[in-house]
């Protein structure tokens, strides 16, 4: 296969990724497996396991760029990754003993539909009122909607960071910023485990394919944290709703045009 071929598509995939990431706390595996798939004909096992791996940097550094700008909440974040960790487990459990079903765009339509509550109902949720909620209210929130969104994960293998960021900014009362930083934080070792058990499983995939979705991913995803994180509430909203919509609509024209 042509190198300019791969390079040009590895390049619009982290791109993509890595906005989403950085923007909105998505997992890079929405966007970087349908394009690796559909046109570098990568086996999808694979495509899975290299998004995963390009999300894993991707999330870190957008979750130093938010901690480091005191909007994160690692003690909450915590608790919501082992909720959501355990239980992806037992979801994947149950989807093994029922038949196979058609929610492969999930993720793709949850993308658009939360781009759009972005742009028409945007989170002005204030730091102070988010922190105005008792702690172990939250505490028990975090671990209610962990199971809820780690479970749906399991199942269905897709939309686990707009579950979270839905869940963190509409339930948990997050302000936007402290969401997506959390979200980012939570992607990083959910992230790291599906990789290494998909490299684990199924070998070692294409360096050359996988160094480039890495390197373009995490360069986004480091640019649009940056971004969000000097923006004021409303521009970040509009902004995050419009990268969302656009990789929303792109990720269903891949899916279901070609």
Same mark, same amino acid.
């Given at each position: 296969?042509?190198?300019?071929?791969?390079?040009?598509?590895?390049?619009?995939?982290?791109?993509?990724?890595?906005?989403?990431?950085?923007?909105?706390?998505?997992?890079?595996?929405?966007?970087?497996?349908?394009?690796?798939?559909?046109?570098?004909?990568?086996?999808?096992?694979?495509?899975?396991?290299?998004?995963?791996?390009?999300?894993?940097?991707?999330?870190?550094?957008?979750?130093?760029?938010?901690?480091?700008?005191?909007?994160?909440?690692?003690?909450?974040?915590?608790?919501?990754?082992?909720?959501?960790?355990?239980?992806?487990?037992?979801?994947? $459990?149950?989807?093994?003993?029922?038949?196979?079903?058609?929610?492969?765009?999930?993720?793709?339509?949850?993308?658009?539909?939360?781009?759009?509550?972005?742009?028409?109902?945007?989170?002005?949720?204030?730091?102070?009122?988010?922190?105005?909620?008792?702690?172990?209210?939250?505490?028990?929130?975090?671990?209610?909607?962990?199971?809820?969104?780690?479970?749906?994960?399991?199942?269905?293998?897709?939309?686990?960071?707009?579950?979270?960021?839905?869940?963190?900014?509409?339930?948990?009362?997050?302000?936007?910023?402290?969401?997506?930083?959390?979200?980012?934080?939570?992607?990083?070792?959910?992230?790291?485990?599906?990789?290494?058990?998909?490299?684990?499983?199924?070998?070692?995939?294409? $360096?050359?394919?996988?160094?480039?979705?890495?390197?373009?991913?995490?360069? $986004?995803? &480091?640019?649009?944290? &940056?971004?969000?994180?000097?923006?004021?509430?409303?521009?970040?909203?509009?902004?995050?709703?419009?990268?969302?919509?656009?990789?929303?609509?792109?990720?269903?024209?891949?899916?279901?045009?070609?």
């Amino acid at each position: 296969m042509n190198l300019f071929y791969v390079v040009v598509i590895c390049f619009f995939a982290g791109m993509g990724a890595g906005l989403g990431t950085g923007f909105a706390g998505m997992s890079a595996a929405a966007v970087i497996t349908p394009m690796l798939v559909t046109f570098l004909h990568v086996p999808p096992y694979q495509a899975v396991g290299i998004a995963l791996a390009s999300d894993v940097l991707a999330s870190a550094v957008s979750a130093w760029t938010y901690g480091r700008n005191k909007n994160l909440d690692v003690k909450n974040g915590l608790v919501m990754m082992g909720t959501v960790l355990v239980f992806t487990l037992a979801g994947s $459990w149950a989807s093994s003993l029922v038949p196979a079903g058609t929610m492969g765009s999930f993720s793709m339509f949850m993308t658009l539909l939360l781009g759009v509550k972005f742009l028409v109902r945007p989170v002005m949720t204030t730091r102070e009122a988010m922190e105005a909620v008792s702690p172990r209210r939250r505490l028990v929130q975090s671990v209610a909607w962990g199971a809820v969104i780690g479970f749906i994960c399991g199942f269905i293998g897709a939309g686990g960071g707009m579950m979270m960021l839905l869940v963190l900014t509409s339930v948990l009362g997050y302000e936007l910023k402290t969401a997506v930083g959390t979200s980012v934080f939570i992607m990083t070792f959910t992230a790291l485990t599906g990789a290494l058990s998909h490299f684990a499983i199924g070998g070692v995939a294409d $360096w050359l394919v996988l160094g480039l979705c890495v390197a373009f991913t995490l360069l $986004w995803a &480091r640019i649009s944290a &940056r971004f969000a994180n000097w923006s004021a509430p409303e521009v970040l909203n509009r902004a995050t709703g419009a990268v969302l919509v656009v990789l929303g609509a792109v990720m269903l024209g891949v899916n279901y045009l070609t």
